[in-house]
């Protein structure tokens, strides 16, 4: 499976990023809730100013992230080129040379 022939291949990889992200999100969140049970002395509930925020920020960023890949990849697959209208466009090189 070679880039060039498979046109579904960076749909793919943007669904794949999407997953391997809140692989890595809930793997993190899971290693937080180990912590806090290996070491009971150390409670979410002492240090609750901290720990809220944290693990919202990770929820949040894993969602968002999240939803941007599959967007992306959605738009890939319904045949739409996701760089067509970027600001700095290169020259098309002359066909004259």
Do not use: C, Q
Not at 18 to 46: F, I, M, N, S, Y
Not at 88 to 96: A, W
């Amino acid at each position: 499976m070679t880039t060039h022939n498979n046109p579904r291949l960076p749909a793919l990889m943007l669904k794949g990023a999407a997953g391997l992200l809140v692989l890595t999100g809930l793997g993190l969140l899971a290693w937080l809730l180990d912590k806090t049970l290996l070491h009971p002395w150390e409670r979410v509930a002492d240090d609750l100013v901290f720990w809220v925020p944290f693990v919202a920020t990770i929820l949040i960023g894993v969602a968002a992230l999240a939803y941007l890949f599959t967007r992306a990849a959605r738009r890939v697959e319904a045949g739409e080129d996701l760089f067509a209208h970027r600001h700095r466009r290169r020259p098309e090189p002359s066909s004259s040379d």
